[in-house]
């Protein structure tokens, strides 16, 4: 199971880092991800990091802003967001698949449940 949490209100130009804890499935062995849906958008993609942990991918959108990364010791997967800005507002849902790496192709097998971020003006 994933579970997502760390979200909440911020304004813009702020910080916020989510978590997305693993039970049942140590997240060296999954490509995780973070995606974001926003009221009235489709689920876009947000940030993955690969099996190996050496491979890092961000959405545009993202870039220079969001860092993900995970600690293996706590079977946790972190989305560090700065300089926030209120088209970052949305429901954050942590992914994973079996892949070694992230493809845009591939389909995430495992969902959490997700985390509201609100950023205001």
């Known amino acids: 199971q994933l579970q997502a949490y760390g979200g909440g209100l911020v304004q813009a130009g702020g910080s916020l880092r989510l978590s997305c804890a693993s039970s049942g499935r140590a997240v060296s062995l999954y490509t995780m991800g973070w995606f974001r849906q926003a009221p009235g958008k489709e689920r876009e993609f947000v940030a993955a990091i690969g099996r190996s942990g050496g491979n890092t991918h961000y959405a545009d959108s993202v870039k220079g802003r969001f860092t993900i990364f995970r600690d293996s010791t706590k079977n946790t997967v972190y989305l560090q967001m700065s300089s926030l800005k209120p088209e970052d507002t949305a429901v954050y849902y942590c992914?994973?698949?079996?892949?070694?790496?992230?493809?845009?192709?591939?389909?995430?097998?495992?969902w959490g449940l997700g985390t509201q971020v609100t950023v205001s003006s």
């Open positions: 992914a994973s698949n079996r892949w070694a790496d992230f493809d845009p192709g591939d389909a995430m097998e495992f």
